[in-house]
Nanobody, 128 residues
Framework: QVQLAESGGGLVQPGGSLRLSCAVS???????????IAWFRQVSGKEREGVAC?????????YYEDSVKGRFTASRDTAKNTVYLHMSSLRPEDTGVYFC?????????????????WGQGTQVTVSS
């Protein structure tokens, strides 16, 4: 079993920045480097949507939802077994619960709700 734990959410003013972290632990032999990673956002009353998804491997592809392109960057630190989402120029519409997710041995960066492991979510509120 693999466990994911997000942190870094909070209240931020419009135009501000946040960095979300997702610590990955659990199953021995698991390799974050060979996993697709993703960040999803859920707004109350709406379905969870993918905002940033990255495949694995040397030629890993990436997907960013249109509204976050140029503002959000997803990354991984394999030495720390941690996934990050750097968010800048935040807008009120970025408000929601953010979930990290991983899919071991997946190469592609499709951003659907079919990842194998999920965190519990962290709240991000953008408001003045």
């Amino acid at each position: 079993q693999v466990q994911l734990a997000e942190s870094g959410g909070g209240l931020v003013q419009p135009g501000g920045s946040l960095r979300l972290s997702c610590a990955v632990s659990g199953r021995s032999g698991f390799a974050l480097a060979y996993s697709a990673i993703a960040w999803f956002r859920q707004v109350s009353g709406k379905e969870r949507e993918g905002v940033a998804c990255i495949g694995s491997g040397d030629a890993a592809t990436t997907y960013y939802e249109d509204s976050v392109k140029g503002r959000f960057t997803a990354s991984r630190d394999t030495a720390k077994n941690t996934v990050y989402l750097h968010m800048s120029s935040l807008r009120p519409e970025d408000t929601g619960v953010y979930f990290c997710a991983i899919a071991p041995l997946r190469v592609g960066s499709r951003c659907l709700n079919d990842y194998d492991y999920w965190g519990q979510g962290t709240q991000v509120t953008v408001s003045s």
